[in-house]
């Protein structure tokens, strides 16, 4: 039942700006985003839903696309 509900899931593409070294990156979900960049994920989410108040987190920015 579960894989069931996890396929029908739709997946947000996400955005990662590094403000260090300016690069930007895209991905087709967030959990494809934190295991690539090796970051929590609830923070990512935590982020994206605007609990960091425009600061960023680990040098990121984070937005849907």
Do not use: H
Not at 15 to 25: D, L, Q, R, V
Not at 34 to 46: F, G, R, V, Y
């Amino acid at each position: 039942m579960k894989e069931k509900q996890r396929k029908k899931k739709i997946s947000k593409p996400v955005k990662a700006f590094n403000t260090i070294t300016n690069e930007t990156f895209e991905y087709t979900s967030i959990s494809e985003c934190w295991k690539t960049l090796d970051l929590k994920k609830s923070n990512i989410i935590a982020y994206l839903k605007g609990r960091y108040n425009g600061k960023t987190y680990k040098g990121w920015v984070f937005t849907y696309s």
